[in-house]
């Protein structure tokens, strides 16, 4: 079992930028994929950015270049940083845990964090 915490979420203006982070109970040099989900109201959910282990990123194409997500192992935590934020990137932003497992993979989920970018 992995509990994730997410923090750094609020209200920014566009053009501005915000860092998320995501708290592991536990260490995470274990877990196989971090990623980092968003949801808008009345919309799915949708990827946003994952890294693996060895740390292999991707990103939706909707974010590449103004995303980055990290990893720090040491200190159990993902970031998530968010640049040149736009309107459409108001949403909830959740963090996932992934651990490869037979018979099938176990998934964690943070409680979420809400951005809110205003034009």
């Known amino acids: 079992q992995v509990q994730l915490v997410e923090s750094g979420g609020g209200l920014v203006q566009a053009g501005g930028s915000l860092r998320l982070s995501c708290a592991a109970s536990?260490?995470?040099?274990?877990?196989?994929?971090m990623g980092w989900y968003r949801q808008a109201p009345g919309k799915q959910r949708e990827l946003v950015a994952g890294i693996t282990s060895g740390g292999t990123t991707n990103y939706a194409d909707s974010v590449k270049g103004r995303f980055t997500i990290s990893r720090d192992n040491a200190k159990n935590t993902v970031y998530l940083q968010m640049n040149s934020l736009e309107p459409e990137d108001t949403a909830v932003y959740y963090c996932?845990?992934?651990?490869?497992?037979?018979?099938?993979?176990?998934?964690?989920w943070g409680q979420g964090t809400q951005v809110t970018v205003s034009s």
């Open positions: 536990r260490s995470i040099f274990s877990i196989n994929v």
């Open positions: 996932k845990a992934v651990q490869f497992s037979l018979p099938g993979n176990r998934n964690y």
